[in-house]
């Protein structure tokens, strides 16, 4: 199925007890966090986000309150997300978590799976207070420094649920960011924009594109639509000249490590930054939009020798 690698739970409805086996077979024995936050330096990068709990309800840390995860429930036995923390401090990198706070496939209460009729449901607030609050708590107090905290698929959780979260990661971190998916009426510190390059520079201060290096967000074998060099780069700089910021999604493997059309591009885009990275590094969004040429007005003038395009009327509404 198209780009379902994260969501082959959902759209294959597997059911709860046939998918949880395949955490048995989960062992990335080479993931080594220094090389991986190395490859983001050297691309340029200045934050990382890692996915700690996504849709399907699998905890990438050792969650405290739920055995379904990385440490107690797959024979790699190790918190790779504690293991990334130390290397981007070590490193110089900000680092940050991506959480499904609404969406959980394996939780009774969780949000989504309306396919396993052998769930004894409970309720959202009851998933909330059992596993959501706890491993956010737990993933903003033992983990060092958080820079920021991306929230993902808003549903439909209580408003003193969402109050509750927003007052505890902003208490526990008092500078993180957050993005404007926690909940209706919570814009966070920044606008989200998924798979797209808006057109021209949004309303909002703060905004970040999201986006695959290939076409899936998770690790999918038959995906090799991978972006070249010369696209994410174009890209970027188009994304920093109306004053956003591109967080590059990659996949890795199930061995912990990436696929090498990703490192390659990776390095690529690193020799580009070491000679242009003055260019993107600390600006802002440029004056100077795309010009809408549907709305200007031009004609053909000739000398004689030489035909040239005459543009008039160009927009100067700020919309070019």
Request: glycine letters at 8%.
């Given at each position: 199925?198209r780009?379902?690698?994260?969501w082959?739970m ?6 709860i ?16 966090a ?8 050297k691309?340029g990068?200045?934050y990382?986000?890692i996915?700690a709990?996504?849709?399907d ?12 995860n ?26 940050g978590?991506?959480y ?7 939780h ?7 396919w396993?009729?052998?769930?004894v449901r ?9 596993k959501?609050?706890?491993?956010v ?16 698929t808003p549903?439909?959780?209580s408003?003193e649920?969402?109050d509750?979260l927003y007052?505890?990661?902003t ?9 404007d998916?926690?909940?209706e009426d919570y ?5 989200t924009?998924?798979r797209r390059i ?6 909002a ?7 695959p290096?290939?076409?899936?967000w998770?690790?999918?074998?038959a995906?090799?639509?991978?972006k ?11 994304i920093?000249?109306k004053?956003g910021?591109y ?5 890795p ?9 990703a490192v390659?591009r990776l ?7 070491q ?20 709305r200007c007005?031009?004609?053909a ?6 035909l040239?395009l ?6 100067t509404d700020g919309n070019?």
């Open positions: 199925q780009n379902s690698a994260e082959i959902n759209r294959g409805h597997i059911p007890a046939e998918y949880e086996k395949f955490a048995d077979q989960f062992n990335p024995r080479e993931f080594d220094e090389k991986f936050v190395g490859l983001a330096k691309a990068m200045k990382m986000v996915t709990k996504h849709h309800g699998f905890s990438m840390f050792d969650s405290e309150c739920s055995p379904y990385i440490v107690d429930a797959t024979p790699f036995g190790r918190d790779v997300l504690k293991e990334l923390a130390a290397a981007c401090r070590q490193q110089g990198i900000k680092f978590f991506y499904s706070q609404a969406q959980d496939w394996h009774p209460g969780g949000i989504g799976n309306n396993d009729k052998s769930i409970v309720s959202t607030d009851e998933y909330i207070r059992e959501v609050i706890p491993e708590r737990q993933l903003l107090t033992e983990y060092g420094p958080i820079a920021i905290f991306w929230w993902d549903r439909k959780m408003k649920m969402v509750s007052q505890m990661t208490s526990l971190q008092t500078g993180i960011i957050t993005n998916r926690m909940g814009p966070g510190d920044h606008k924009f998924e808006p057109r021209k520079a949004p309303d201060p703060y905004w970040e594109v999201c986006m290096i290939s076409g899936s998770g690790f999918k074998k995906d090799t639509d991978f070249s060099t010369r696209t994410l780069i174009r890209n970027l700089a188009d920093a000249s004053g910021n967080l590059l999604n990659v996949s493997t199930g061995s912990g490590t990436l696929l090498p059309q390659e390095e690529q885009i690193g020799q580009w930054m000679t242009n990275g003055e260019s993107i590094y600390g600006t802002t969004a440029s004056p100077i939009g795309k010009p809408d040429w549907g007005t031009a004609k003038i000739s000398d004689g020798t030489m040239y005459h543009i008039f009327d160009w927009p070019l």
